[in-house]
């Protein structure tokens, strides 16, 4: 598995079954960015406003067009035939609490604005992983979201006059910064 950070915005995500598990997965999708349908007879969670809703059973072409699919109905027979269309469309699919049929997983995820913390056990254990995040969540100074925003006006500033970025020693900025912040707070 390859941990990657996907821009998702605008991009056709089906999720297959709406209990508890796929309105979570939609709601999680739906805040990335993308464009989300649920196809469900009936839809057991609060979706998104703006997901499109399709009140009935999966059939064979709804996933014309899905860069990313969710399989979460339970039935096997079910997800087995998602599985099979989503590999047949290249898209890549998740069937939830099977890790061994999907070829990506979902992530322990801690954000702070653009900083991104996102733990994997390649579908071994979502507790483990929410275990792991959460420390490292613990273990993280305050205001990194900030820090990201001056260091990307930093970079942009250094483009602009056509300087490269690379070769810099990010991690005394990146301190400086995170002690400036702490300092401020403090006063």
Known sequence: MFPLVVDLTGR????????????????????????????????????????????????????AGAALVVAATGVVEVDDAV?????????????VDDPVR????????????????????????????????????GALPEHLSEVARRLRGEREDLHAARVTTEGRDWTTRIEELVDELAAEERA
């Not at 056990?121 to 929410?130: K, V």
């Open 12 to 63: 056709r995500v089906v999720v297959v079954g709406a209990g508890a598990v796929g309105t979570l997965k939609a709601r999680q999708l739906a805040a990335s960015g993308a464009t989300v349908t649920v196809i469900a007879p009936e839809v057991a969670g609060d979706l998104p406003d703006g997901t499109e809703v399709l009140a009935r059973r999966f059939t064979g072409g709804d996933l």
């Open 83 to 95: 599985v099979a269309e989503a590999r047949a469309r290249n898209a890549l699919v998740n069937v």
């Open 102 to 137: 999907s070829s990506f997983y979902f992530t322990a995820v801690h954000r702070d604005g653009d900083v991104v913390v996102s733990v994997s056990t390649q579908g071994a254990s979502p507790a483990l992983a929410r275990w792991v995040r959460d420390r490292a969540a």
